[in-house]
Nanobody, 125 residues
Framework: QVQLVESGGGLVQAGGSLRLSCAAS????????MGWFRQAPGKEREFVAA????????YYADSVKGRFTISGDNAKDTLYLQMNSLKPEDTAVYFC??????????????????WGQGTQVTVSS
């Protein structure tokens, strides 16, 4: 059982930066990939970024490409999301997720097995 705890959210002005962290524990050796999703009020949860541990392959949503960077440590127990040039439309609750399955779509929430509780990111205009 993998436990995930996000931190680093907050209020920032448009154009600013934040770095989210996700601390993972309990069986992290079994994770194949991890990702970040977000959910704004009244909207569905959407993919932000993912990393496959084998080879360090990264995936990004078009809306954040060039502004956000996903990374993690070699022990697979910490995941980061560096967010630069933030926009008001980035406002959402950001969730960390972990997958223990290979060969699933990394941009689909159903490809993930464990989820954190989320951290709020608010970008003011």
């Amino acid at each position: 059982q993998v436990q995930l705890v996000e931190s680093g959210g907050g209020l920032v002005q448009a154009g600013g930066s934040l770095r989210l962290s996700c601390a993972a524990s309990g069986g992290t050796f079994s994770t194949y990939a991890m990702g970040w999703f977000r959910q704004a009020p009244g909207k569905e949860r959407e993919f932000v970024a993912a990393i496959r541990w084998s080879g360090g392959v990264t995936y990004y949503a078009d809306s954040v490409k060039g502004r956000f960077t996903i990374s993690g440590d070699n022990a697979k127990d910490t995941l980061y999301l560096q967010m630069n040039s933030l926009k008001p439309e980035d406002t959402a609750v950001y969730f960390c997720a972990a997958s223990v399955r290979a060969g699933v779509l990394r941009n689909n929430p159903r490809g993930y097995d464990y989820w954190g509780q989320g951290t709020q990111v608010t970008v003011s205009s």
